[in-house]
């Protein structure tokens, strides 16, 4: 069994406005992943500037902001094996256009502007990500009934 990491991911305001959380949260699930944590709420300015930080200056960031502050999110975290690039590779390429067929990016979204959901790019942003939105007793860590039947 590999070592189990973290990742932090977040349904946008566009996933919530149109009714994708239970599809897209299934579609997480059924992978294995372990859900350990969730919240649903408006984004303040404040908390979307931090998270989005390492954009500031690029062109599409004052509406990236406008955009995530829009409508409610809803940030998670989930926990397994290799856990950050498995999710990334689930949501896609950021921009739909370019997402593989069978990511959520794809089969969800149009516009890179428009893409649905976040996920953690690497282990050190997951843990800056989840410490963000979740404080440590927030993070219910807990060992699955099906684990045996999803790890060797
Ligand atoms: P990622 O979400 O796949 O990690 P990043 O490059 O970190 O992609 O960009 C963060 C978010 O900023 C994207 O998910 C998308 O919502 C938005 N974004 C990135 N590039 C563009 C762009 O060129 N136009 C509009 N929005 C963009
Ligand atoms: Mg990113």
Redesign the pocket.
């Known amino acids: 069994m590999q070592d189990f990491e973290r990742t932090f991911i977040m349904l ?1 305001p566009d996933a919530v406005q149109r009714g994708f959380i239970g599809e897209i949260i299934s579609r997480l699930e059924r992978t294995g992943l372990t859900l350990i944590a969730m919240k649903f709420m408006q984004m303040p300015d404040d908390l979307a500037k931090e998270h ?1 930080a ?2 500031v200056g690029k ?2 960031y004052e ?2 902001v406008t ?1 995530i502050t829009s409508g409610p999110v809803l940030p998670m975290v989930w926990e397994g094996a290799n856990a950050v690039d498995m999710a990334r590779k689930i ?1 896609g390429a ?1 921009n739909p256009q370019n997402a593989a067929p069978g990511t959520i990016r794809a089969d969800y979204g149009q516009e ?2 428009r ?1 649905i959901i ?2 953690s ?1 690497s282990k050190t942003s997951a843990k800056r990500e989840i410490n963000l939105f979740f404080s440590e007793s927030e993070l219910v860590s807990f060992s699955k009934i099906d684990a045996p039947w999803v790890h060797e």
């Open positions: 946008k989005y390492e954009h062109p599409f509406k990236l955009y949501l950021t890179i502007g893409n976040h996920g790019d």
